[in-house]
Structures are given as structure tokens and as C-alpha cells.
T-cell receptor, first 113, second 112 residues
């Protein structure tokens, strides 16, 4: 089983719909991140959380919100999806006493029509 | 802000050596990372440099010069399975401590 699990792995939705992507981890890490990846643009940070009570905006947080329900769970919501949010979304974790190494989930491919 | 540059594409032949360069300009620096990402998969950690010099790990080595804002990833004895995208990432300091900023990735194709 994967240490960092994302659901759903693939989702097609329509403009205006609310979407939630979920991430759970069994690594025991405090830090969790949401990135999106677009062709030619690389990985861009949406939100990150260093512990359950800590939520921070990343480079591209507009149109997104997050919830850190527990140390092991970090969900990303699109309140009203739009086509330019079509992307591959990755959740990642890292330990507090870190070298900075990120452990990524397998990704969630979202298509907004 | 953060500005990270790396070539978009590179090609090489099996058994050869390839060097992927990365230059960066950051408001704070606390380490440079290289990740490998195969098509359709998640990135996986390759190397980490925080001090100047060369870090060697099997067929892969990574070099850092902080004064020049420059790093490279060296892949030796290339294999077909090394065909992937290689991502350079810089870790921030201060208000951005713990955050990784990624370059756009270099797509390496290894030919037989």
C-alpha cells in the first residue's frame, strides 16, 4: 500500500461544481502539501500545512481551499471548478526535522469541462 | 521571489553521461533538490545539496555552487529507464522556510 494516498485518482467534472481531493498518509509526517502540475509549468504549490493547526497559502491558492482534519489527512477543495483548474494534483508530505525531501502521492488527474 | 531555470529537453544515448544544469535566483536559500519523474507518475527524490560541492549516489551525482546560484545533476552509464523528467527545486528560508520551489523540469530521452 502507498504511504501517501490520494482519492480520487481521476475525476471529470463540470464548470461550477464543487470538488474535493483527499489525501491521507501513514508516514507520520507533520507537514503536508498540495501541488498542481501543468505541462510546461512544473509543480506549483497551492497550500501547505506544517501541523494540524497550521494552514498556509502557496503560490497559487486563489480558487482553492484546504482542510487539515488530522495529522494524517489533508484535503483540497475547489468550491466552484473552472476549466483552467484542469491539472494533475499531487499531495506530498515531509517530516518536521527534514532535509526537505517530499514524499508524493500518486496524483489526482482532474478535468473540468 | 524565486526563479529557477533548467533546459526543457535533453537527449542522450544509452551508456553515455549527461549533465542537467539548473540555475536559480532566490530571496532565501536553504538547499537544492533533484527529483525524477517518470511520465504519469509521482516525483521521487534523487538528491539534496545544501553545501557547495559534489554529492555522489551511485550513477547519479549532484553539484552545487551557492555563490553562482548553480547546480547540476550528472547521470552516468545511462539506461533506457533513465528517460524521465528531472526537476530542480530550491528550498526557501525565513518566511518561506520548508517550502520547495520547483523548476519546470528537464525531459531527458535516452536512445538505444
Amino acid at each position: 500500500d502507498a504511504d501517501v494516498t490520494q482519492t480520487p485518482r481521476n475525476r471529470i467534472t463540470k464548470t461550477g461544481k464543487r470538488i474535493m481531493l483527499e489525501c491521507s498518509q501513514t508516514k507520520g509526517h507533520d507537514r503536508m502539501y498540495w501541488y498542481r502540475q501543468d505541462p510546461g509549468l512544473g509543480l506549483r504549490l497551492i497550500y501547505y500545512s506544517f501541523d494540524v493547526k497550521d494552514i498556509n497559502k502557496g503560490e497559487i491558492s486563489d480558487g482553492y481551499s484546504v482542510s487539515r482534519q488530522a495529522q494524517a489527512k489533508f484535503s483540497l477543495s475547489l468550491e466552484s471548478a473552472i476549466p483552467n483548474q484542469t491539472a494533475l494534483y499531487f499531495c506530498a508530505t515531509s517530516p518536521s526535522e527534514n532535509t526537505g525531501e517530499l514524499f508524493f502521492g500518486e496524483g489526482s488527474r482532474l478535468t473540468v469541462l | 521571489g524565486q526563479n529557477i531555470d533548467q533546459p526543457t529537453e535533453m537527449t542522450a544515448t544509452e551508456g553515455a553521461i549527461v549533465q542537467i544544469n539548473c540555475t536559480y535566483q532566490t530571496s532565501g536559500f536553504n538547499g537544492l533538490f533533484w527529483y525524477q519523474q517518470h511520465a504519469g507518475e509521482a516525483p521521487t527524490f534523487l538528491s539534496y545539496n545544501v553545501l557547495d560541492g559534489l554529492e555522489e549516489k551511485g550513477r547519479f551525482s549532484s553539484f552545487l555552487s551557492r555563490s553562482k546560484g548553480y547546480s547540476y545533476l550528472l547521470l552516468k552509464e545511462l539506461q533506457m529507464k533513465d528517460s524521465a523528467s528531472y526537476l530542480c527545486a530550491v528550498r526557501g528560508r525565513g518566511s518561506t522556510l520548508g517550502r520547495l520551489y520547483f523548476g519546470r523540469g528537464t525531459q531527458l530521452t535516452v536512445w538505444p
